[in-house]
């Protein structure tokens, strides 16, 4: 059975059969120029894109496009997106528009933040290269470790010194002998805090490092995505969450690699909110008291089975019952692969 499509497959379809526009074929930006973009649409400097904004933007983006692809047709490079390009009528804006909130707007409140919008426009940052291809794929599971590492005066966010030391080692991680400058570093700093610094309160929260880190696939989100889709959550799924973050292969979670399952969980659960040390202290304190079952301060599988199912079951809250019913009574006697 195929995996469910990743958020934002709709827009991007709609887009590519309308005009042929794929991330393939349209020019990435800089992050200079992303933000020269964004500081455009954004005209009331909210730090969101409201429905009218994100219009704006879309038609100004897809007629840009549309000619660049005739562009390139008329110098005999795409004649097929040539054929296939054209600007946007109303009535297709309003369409896309529709898919597009309805795909990014999570909470309804008619806007959208701005890292959202790179999931149509491709963004060349020379930030989001050095994290892709600089750092180690498996680092980028060590959130807690590298939270404590670079949080040095444990305030609970990364102010900008602190954001430029973890920058600093990020890009000269694999190559020690690579000199940064410090004013490109000061430079990058500020366009990292600009994206991802989401309540614009000039520092960063543990969530907002967490998605800027590399390998940025969240395992927890994969699996609860299937599982709502089919109904199902199967013993398959809890052994590959259980092997992502076990990482000293002793068939359970503690320490840090449980905080990494949680900072995955309320990721996913909290979809663009933002989460602090405190939410994860809490919810690591709430899961082993109501699902560590033998109290050694450990998950292991079957207490794991029980986290997930009742997260598919009853959302985030149900981790916070306590030991009794609220968590347990509900899923201890539900089968993992049994369908609802």
């Known amino acids: 059975m195929a995996e469910p499509k990743r958020k934002g497959w709709k827009t991007r379809e709609f887009i590519e059969s ?32 409201e429905r009218e904004e994100i219009s704006r933007f879309l038609r100004d983006f897809i007629n840009s496009e549309a000619s660049s692809l005739a562009q390139a047709a008329e110098h005999g490079r795409s004649v097929t997106s040539a054929n ?97 400058d410090p004013k490109k570093l000061t430079e990058l700093a500020k366009i990292v805090m600009t994206l991802y610094d ?16 590399p390998s940025r696939e969240n395992s927890v989100q994969l699996v609860l995505d299937k599982a709502r889709q089919l109904q199902r959550l199967t013993q398959s799924d809890i052994n590959k969450i259980l092997e992502r973050y076990d990482q000293d292969h002793n068939g359970t979670l503690d320490g840090e690699e449980l905080e990494n399952l949680l900072v995955d969980l309320l990721d996913a659960m909290q979809g663009d909110k933002s989460y602090s040390t405190h939410d ?11 699902c560590d079952m033998d109290g050694d301060g450990k998950i292991c599988k079957k207490e794991l089975a029980v986290i997930l199912l009742a997260v598919v079951q009853s959302g985030l809250s149900a981790l916070y019952g306590g030991i009794g019913d609220p968590v347990r009574s509900a899923v201890m006697n539900k089968k993992p692969a049994q369908k609802k």
């Open 280 to 290: 994860l202290k809490e919810l690591k304190r709430a899961v082993l008291k109501g």
């Open 84 to 180: 296939k390009a054209r600007t946007i009528s109303e009535s297709d804006l309003r369409e896309l528009t529709q898919i597009f909130m309805e795909e990014f707007d999570q909470d309804r409140d008619g806007k959208i933040s701005i890292r959202e919008l790179t999931q149509i426009l491709p963004v060349e940052e020379c930030f989001r290269v050095v994290l892709d291809h600089e750092m180690d794929a498996a680092s980028g599971l060590d959130y807690v470790k590298i939270w404590q590492k670079y949080d040095v005066d444990g305030s609970g966010h990364l102010e900008m010194e602190e954001l430029k030391l973890f920058l600093h080692d990020l890009i000269t991680k694999n190559h020690p002998e690579r000199q940064m």
């Open 198 to 213: 989401t309540n614009g309160d000039g520092r960063l929260g543990l969530s907002e490092v967490v998605r800027l880190l």
């Open 18 to 49: 309308r005009w042929n526009i794929t991330r393939d074929n349209i020019q990435p930006v800089t992050a200079t120029g992303f933000l020269k973009i964004w500081t455009k649409y954004d005209q009331d400097a909210n730090r969101y894109l």
